[in-house]
């Protein structure tokens, strides 16, 4: 006999929508994390992320772990859509011409960390988020990212040397003395 697939629809849909009440914020969240804090290519980013989703809902149903199917669906589609040719030429501006009054957004991330952040390559920047951001371990940072945990290691190695040079204030010149340090006689005779 055959079922009323009008039905099954309904319910998966009900469960979809449930399911994006909840965990919307922490996907934009992330999102504009991955994004260095770009609200409008985070909600790009969450709304393909989410189409992606619905069409394998039945996948993400059966997953040992949703929030790592989850977690995965979304660092893939933040890295392809870097790799896109037309990412390289397209400017995203937030000034459009007769725009109306935006809606206002949940603060994000502190703007500094975000600059850093965006010096980062994309699958650089993927790992911080995953590991530091949502305290994933090494392994489940690899499957997010689908790729091994030594590539995991070397990437969050090489990030934070590059966030640390990016976040540091540039040392004093060394030839400027210390507050209350004695003077060298080299320094003297300058």
């Known amino acids: 006999m055959k079922q009323d697939s009008s039905s099954d629809g309904s319910e998966r849909d009900e469960q979809f929508h449930a399911f994006v009440a909840d965990r919307r914020k922490w996907l934009l969240q992330t999102a504009r994390l991955l994004t260095t804090g ?31 199917y989850l977690r995965r669906v979304l660092v ?12 390289r030429f397209e400017r995203p501006s937030d000034r459009l011409p007769d725009r109306a009054e935006a809606q206002s957004a949940p603060a994000g991330p502190d703007p500094e960390l975000s600059r850093a952040l965006g010096e980062l390559p994309p699958r650089m920047r993927a790992v911080v988020v995953l590991r530091f951001f949502h305290e ?3 392994a489940e940072t690899a499957a997010a990212m689908g790729c091994s945990t030594g590539t995991v290691k070397s990437q969050t190695a090489r990030a934070l040397d590059k966030l640390r040079a990016a976040l540091d204030p540039p040392e004093a010149s060394h030839h400027t003395p210390a507050p ?4 060298k006689e080299q320094e003297l005779t300058r």
Request: aromatic share 12%; no cysteine.
């Open 136 to 138: 994933l371990d090494v």
């Open 180 to 183: 209350n340090a004695p003077l």
């Open 38 to 68: 770009d609200s409008h290519l985070a909600e790009d980013l969450v709304q393909t992320a989410l189409t992606k989703l619905y069409v394998s809902w039945s996948a993400y149903r059966r997953a040992d772990n949703p929030d790592a």
């Open 76 to 87: 893939n589609v933040f890295l392809r859509e870097r790799r896109r040719s037309w990412w």
